[in-house]
């Protein structure tokens, strides 16, 4: 595999690790870089927020391969393989459509308080800790298809048949990915709970405000542990 990708927006660093050592493979300077998304073996796009771009770029490249401008400030993005779906962070307030052949600006739909999306079933999801909200879209068209309230939600993340959402308040949501119910909610007992990923069988979430990362065995939660 091309390795592990970090980025560090207060440096404008963006970094390759080998996923076994831990060893810095490549290191490339981009202005504020944030938002990874990963695409395939060797793929990654980024986002670039105070100059409004969003950057692919290639393991192994000196260089990002290209730089679309979108708007500022953009942080997250989801990709699919004739788009990339932007948004700003909190305040940002919109969400972009970006065609990846003709690199044009082609939907802008207001979403008050976006903060991460991601595409979960062939749907565009997107959640908004100020604005309380969680919605399922159209991933080609940006339509609202189905949306939930949710006490400030941090991130999402599809695993075990379910959406799985974390918040501000500590507590980690499964959501029906048809309907958009809360299946079950799930105290963690931190705050500030980050952006989740799944990886080797578990949920892994950073607690800003414990500087921890917590481990969460998700098919334990589905039969009622911790």
């Known amino acids: 595999t091309a390795g592990v990708w970090a980025a560090h927006a207060h440096i404008d660093q963006l970094t390759r690790f080998d996923a076994d050592t831990g060893e810095i493979i490549e290191q490339l300077e981009i ?3 944030c938002g990874l998304a990963v695409e395939g073996e060797d793929g990654l796009w980024v986002t670039s927020p105070g100059p409004g771009e969003v950057l692919e770029v290639r393991a192994g490249e000196p260089a990002p391969l290209r730089a679309i401008p979108v708007a500022s400030p953009i942080f997250s ?6 788009a990339v779906w932007v948004a700003g962070e909190a305040a940002g ?5 970006v065609d990846r052949a003709t690199e044009a600006v082609t939907a802008n739909i207001g979403l008050r308080g976006v903060d991460e999306i991601k595409i979960i079933s062939g749907a565009l999801w997107a959640s908004a800790r100020f604005g309380n909200m969680i919605w399922k879209l159209d991933a080609t068209t940006g339509e609202i298809l189905a949306e939930v309230a949710v006490q400030a939600p941090s991130g999402l993340v599809e695993a ?3 959406v799985w959402a974390t918040t501000q308040n500590g507590d980690l949501l499964e959501i029906d990915p048809a309907t958009l119910d809360v299946r079950a909610t799930h105290p963690l007992g931190y705050r500030a709970l ?3 990923i799944f990886a080797f069988d578990s949920l892994w979430v950073a607690a800003l405000e414990s500087n921890l990362v917590l481990r969460v065995d998700l098919a334990l939660a589905q039969e009622g542990g911790s």
């Open 31 to 33: 202005p504020d870089v």
């Open 77 to 82: 993005l989801a990709v699919l393989p004739d």
């Open 93 to 97: 307030g919109s969400l972009y459509r």
């Open 160 to 162: 075990l048949g379910s």
């Open 194 to 196: 980050a952006y989740p």
